[in-house]
């Protein structure tokens, strides 16, 4: 089945900096890979998500990126804010079903 | 829009005794998902839903938990008996058709003692 691994575990960042977390996946035919957001005690919320036809998304000061041949993508944050401070998770989708499989999260700390 | 809602958002227990939680997922969302997720880890899958049919089981514990979605709306899951080890946040999720993207409830959070 599909393999989601997710770096840095932790990330500090002074406010106002950027912010990158990287993830790859192992199963070439997956075609969705959504990135979500969870603050503390709270549920997860998408917060962009991209498609396999698409190398690069933007959202404000939200990017994704996606390398289909090196099978990676990552999250670009930039100008950050205390209120990016949470955890967040990358997910990859598509073969086998359908079944969204998480990586292990980043917690992302944005020091004021 | 209401989102995703789930019931109890807090559940203690002890161990070996029942417990079940619900969910009614998005109006319209033909999949719904539940997941589990441990303290300081990304959600994982254990059941997922297509309308009435559970299409993807294989992470579920099935000797001691169980899953419905009887009329293709709100969904229960039951563990049965309850062990230390299934303290966990419980998610459940929705989607309008599998592929697309995920919107999660709020969770129920369960502590086995």
């Known amino acids: 089945g599909e393999n989601v691994e997710q770096h840095p575990s932790t990330l500090s960042v002074q406010e106002g900096d950027s912010a990158v977390i990287k993830c790859t996946y192992s199963?070439?035919?997956?075609?969705?890979f959504p990135w979500y957001k969870q603050e503390l005690g709270k549920r997860p919320q998408l917060i962009i998500d991209?498609?396999?036809?698409?190398g690069e998304k933007k959202d404000q000061r939200i990017a994704v990126t996606l390398n289909k041949t090196a099978k990676h993508f990552s999250l670009h944050i930039t100008e950050t804010q205390p209120e990016d401070s949470a955890v967040y998770f990358c997910?990859?989708?598509?073969?086998?079903?359908?079944?969204?499989?998480f990586g292990g999260g980043t917690r992302v700390l944005v020091k004021p | 829009e209401a989102g995703v809602v789930q019931s109890p958002r807090y559940k203690i227990i002890e161990k070996k005794q029942p417990v079940a939680f619900w969910c009614n997922p998005i109006?319209?969302?033909?999949?719904l998902y539940w997941y589990l997720q441990n303290l300081g880890q990304g959600p994982e899958l254990l059941i997922r839903?297509?309308?009435?049919?559970?299409?993807?089981d294989s992470q579920l514990p099935k000797d001691r938990f169980s899953a419905e979605r009887l009329k293709g709306v709100d969904s229960t899951l039951k563990i049965q008996p309850a062990e230390l080890g299934d303290s966990a946040v419980y998610l459940c999720?929705?989607?309008?058709?599998?592929?697309?993207?995920?919107?999660f409830g709020p969770g129920t959070r369960l502590t086995v003692l």
């Open positions: 199963d070439s035919a997956s075609n969705y």
């Open positions: 999720a929705s989607s309008l058709d599998p592929g697309l993207a995920l919107f």
């Open positions: 839903y297509e309308n009435e049919e559970a299409v993807d």
């Open positions: 991209i498609r396999s036809n698409v």
């Open positions: 997910a990859a989708s598509g073969a086998a079903g359908n079944k969204l499989t």
């Open positions: 109006s319209g969302h033909n999949t």
